[in-house]
């Protein structure tokens, strides 16, 4: 089945028929391709056959997809997602760069689209909009929509499209010279499928206003000749201004030169598109069985894959990210060479298939020298804690650039450089008038590492930036991008975390969580086992003390008899006075072993317990202390706890919590008294965890550089396991680098 039933035919015919018709009645003489005059019953015979021929042409040329070195082709219908637009007015005029970088700060998201801009259903905007420019980076579906709306005014009444035209779809790259005779153009297309008196019949459905004139890739033209083509493409509407036309342009190339259109810009895929376009994507009966679509989503969702997520907002690498997935049914393991592999196709896969005839710039600027060139441009901006650039700041960064490589093409203008890079490729967007970002911030991180690893700048990235958070995922790339090995990153890293343990009360806290776990009989690495005692140790300081907000408590991956893997993983503590992150994740990435999952367990309880003040919830709450004090036991994490003593301890104290009616002063006193039981259990000195401010905030530096650490040796293509066996052992432990 290809959506294009029998009844589609009638489309056309029932188009073409009236017009022949008109054709006749005038006096004009039909004939077809063999220079024959026909009779009124073979004209019905001609357009019948030729109606079928334009219907069969316009889906093999135009309904099928086949990008980025698909092995097979793909029907338009088949993974075509419901687009959404943007009116033209919802781009914000800005003052300046700085009101720009506030207002994307203040979104606190990756993404430089707001979420929270109205949108239009596509289909709706294009049966509204006579005249329809349709706007939107490299890639992000504008000529799979146009193609999509040729499809749906070919089912009629059954498809989406509500007017009865005969849908034209016309490439404008194809258009090479000066003169685009667009009406020569369609005649050729109607007399190739056979349709009688083709030119006479061309005229009549252009001064009828019968046909749904797709004009695909404004940009393409090249630039030599693209004054003259708009003009004569506004000639061309203004002459035959009843019929219908949908055109596309590349943002950055789009001049707001045709007076009739209406213009709209393509709007990111939202959760809800990239799902339904995954699902669409695999839809084979072996992937649906399989739910490999559903699959791809669910890691596509992780945490660990923001920023591949960040990517898949475009079709273009949502189809890139689909046929990753589809080779080994996941997603690479070291995410830089994800990235790069994205970069090249902005930079040079997509233009070539498109078959775009490069400008002048491209035959001096090879991929490899442009990308060096990006990669300084993104690094500078990301040093000073810019996402945004002036168009001038940019082009002299370019002319500088140009002018200090012996091997660059000297004859090159900045300003065209940039302009070819933001119409073709979209890797630099204008965002705000003569103000540009990268398009994706995981791009901008990209070549910010790559710059690092180039200039080999990895000390002063990690003295400079290692607890800006800001930075993470640069470090990522970095361990990942060193090809030779992540040893000296990491010793670094390590080194710098180290520091943060610069007072007397931490280092009493590294050194208690070393002694209450050390030789403890549980399956576990010590460092994992010291992260249980540390989190344990805040939890029971800060839960009294401050409420609590959001608790990811510990989760266990219970030991697999195949495969061999550990894990603990404790995440985002966060209160208002108090934030901690540590995730310590020990799990081999092909385990299949089940992880059980303490998400109300002993941290978030206790802290329920301690902020209650209802006596039914109280009971509860302590109760479920109690149940999850003999789960931590049967973890043997610690070796100097009674825990049946601590039990009976809890029991105890569940028979003498408070009368709800009781003075505040009792509930508090019990609370606390609850509070001393935990610590004397643990053998915590009150002082030791009794932090200040700046205490909690270098302990939360420390536990997120550790945290970084780890995920940057899962990044790295490379690390000596002598050397990581060593960061590992000295891991959470107070002593100082060498």
Avoid at 2 to 11: F, K, L, N, R
């Amino acid at each position: 089945m290809t959506g294009m039933e029998p009844w589609a035919i009638s489309v056309v015919s029932g188009v073409a028929a009236p017009l022949i018709q008109s054709l006749l009645t005038g006096g004009s003489k039909i004939i077809n391709k063999a220079g024959k005059i026909l009779h009124e019953k073979e004209i019905k015979r001609e357009i019948d056959a030729a109606a079928r021929q334009y219907e069969k042409n316009y889906q093999e040329r135009h309904g099928i997809l086949k990008v980025l070195g698909m092995r097979e082709r793909v029907t338009v219908e088949s993974v075509y997602t419901a687009v959404q637009f943007l009116n033209d007015d919802t781009i914000q005029s800005f003052e300046s760069i700085e009101k720009l970088e506030k207002f994307y700060r203040k979104a606190n998201s990756r993404r430089f689209q707001s979420k929270d801009v109205p949108k239009q259903a596509g289909i709706k905007v294009a049966n509204e909009k006579q005249y329809l420019m349709v706007l939107g980076s490299p890639g992000a579906g504008k000529s799979t929509f146009l193609r999509k709306m040729g499809l749906e005014a070919l089912k009629g009444k059954r498809g989406g499209f509500q007017h009865n035209c005969i849908p034209v779809f016309i490439e404008l790259k194809r258009f090479t010279y000066s003169n685009v005779d667009i009406e020569k153009f369609i005649t050729e297309e109607f007399s190739i499928c056979g349709f009688p008196s083709a030119d006479k019949f061309t005229a009549k459905a252009l001064e009828a206003g019968k046909l749904l004139i797709l004009l695909d890739g404004l940009d393409e033209i090249p630039t030599k000749n693209l004054t003259e083509a708009i003009n004569q493409i506004q000639n061309f509407v203004d002459k035959y201004d009843g019929n219908r036309f949908i055109a596309s342009c590349r943002t950055a190339a789009h001049r707001n030169c045709f007076r009739r259109f209406s213009d709209v810009i393509m709007a990111d895929f939202d959760d809800e598109q990239m799902q339904q376009f995954i699902a669409n994507w695999f839809q084979s009966e072996v992937d649906k069985q399989a739910k490999t679509g559903d699959k791809c989503w669910e890691l596509l969702q992780k945490r660990e894959n923001s920023a591949a997520k960040e990517l898949a907002h475009t079709p273009l690498l949502l189809t890139f990210l689909c046929l990753v997935y589809n080779r080994s049914q996941n997603f690479p393991e070291h995410r830089s060479v994800l990235y790069k592999k994205a970069l090249r196709i902005l930079l040079e896969e997509w233009a070539a298939e498109k078959r775009i005839l490069r400008d002048e710039i491209y035959q001096g600027l090879h991929t490899e020298l442009e990308e060096i060139l990006l990669s300084e441009i993104a690094y500078v901006g990301f040093e000073s804690d810019r996402l945004f650039f002036s168009q001038r700041d940019i082009v002299q960064q370019i002319k500088t650039f140009l002018a200090s490589n012996l091997n660059a093409p000297q004859h090159l203008d900045g300003e065209a450089v940039l302009n070819a890079i933001a119409v073709q490729q979209g890797i630099l967007v204008e965002r705000a008038e003569d103000i540009f970002s990268f398009s994706h911030l995981t791009l901008q991180e990209y070549l910010t590492a790559q710059y690092i690893d180039d200039h080999r700048l990895v000390e002063k990235l990690v003295t400079t930036h290692l607890t800006d958070k800001r930075w993470k995922e640069v470090f990522l790339l970095v361990a990942g991008l060193m090809r030779g090995g992540a040893d000296d990153l990491l010793l670094l890293m390590e080194k710098q975390a180290q520091n943060c343990i610069n007072s007397a009360k931490l280092r009493d806290l590294l050194n208690w969580a070393e002694q209450i776990t050390s030789g403890s009989p549980g399956d576990y690495k010590p460092v994992e086992k010291r992260a249980v005692a540390v989190v344990i140790a805040n939890t029971i300081a800060n839960a009294f003390n401050v409420v609590i907000t959001e608790i990811i408590a510990i989760a266990i991956a219970t030991n697999n008899t195949n495969v061999n893997a550990n894990a603990i993983a404790i995440a985002n503590f966060n209160t208002n006075t108090f934030a901690v992150a540590i995730a310590y994740i020990y799990a081999n990435a092909n385990t299949d072993s089940e992880v059980k999952d303490y998400t109300d367990a002993y941290i978030g309880v206790y802290a329920e317990a301690c902020a209650n003040t209802n006596i039914n919830a109280y009971a509860n709450a302590i109760e479920e202390v109690i149940d999850y004090t003999g789960e931590l036991e049967e973890l043997q994490v610690f070796n100097k706890v009674n825990f049946t003593l601590l039990i009976t301890q809890l029991e105890v104290l569940k028979t003498q919590i408070p009368d709800e009616k009781e003075p505040e002063q009792i509930k508090i006193a019990f609370a606390q008294s609850l509070q001393q039981t935990l610590l004397t259990a643990f053998n915590l000195d009150p002082d030791m965890i009794d932090l200040t401010e700046k205490e909690l905030e270098t302990l939360d530096n420390y536990l997120y550089t550790n945290s970084l650490i780890i995920q940057c040796k899962q990044s790295a293509v490379r690390v000596s396991p002598q050397t990581w066996e060593a960061i590992e052992s000295r891991m959470l432990l107070a002593q100082n680098i060498s």
